[in-house]
């Protein structure tokens, strides 16, 4: 029933910067808190940001300063805007909604030096 489809990733060169959406099938999207985690190459998947219902965010150390979290309630939309990119920010980024989780299939971001 919900579906997340993740959109943005791509190839950037360290000091850019990326816009990520997170596309939303979902009736109660206005009402969930939403969250953007990520997965580098062959290290744990780690949360990097989330979003309630009433726009309070969090952000992991690795990204403040960097990473903004945001939501569209008209559009059913979350997204996370990257700067300042480093090429241990490389991974693949999901979008995740919390209680009940749904995942979306993730996009690649890869950050060269």
């Known amino acids: 029933q919900v579906q997340l489809v993740e959109s943005g990733g791509g190839l950037v060169q360290a000091g850019g910067s990326l816009r990520l959406s997170c596309a939303a099938s979902?009736?109660?999207?206005?009402?969930?808190?939403m969250a953007w985690y990520r997965q580098p190459p062959g290290k744990q998947r780690e949360l990097v940001a989330t979003?309630?219902?009433?726009?309070?965010?969090t952000y992991a150390d690795s990204v403040k300063g960097r990473f903004t979290i945001s939501r569209d309630n008209a559009k059913n939309t979350v997204y996370l805007q990257m700067s300042s990119l480093k090429p241990e920010d490389t991974a693949v980024y999901y979008c995740?909604?919390?209680?009940?989780?749904?995942w979306g299939q993730g996009t690649q971001v890869t950050v060269s030096s």
């Open positions: 995740n909604r919390i209680s009940p989780s749904y």
């Open positions: 979902d009736r109660g999207f206005s009402i969930r808190t």
């Open positions: 979003i309630t219902s009433v726009y309070s965010t």
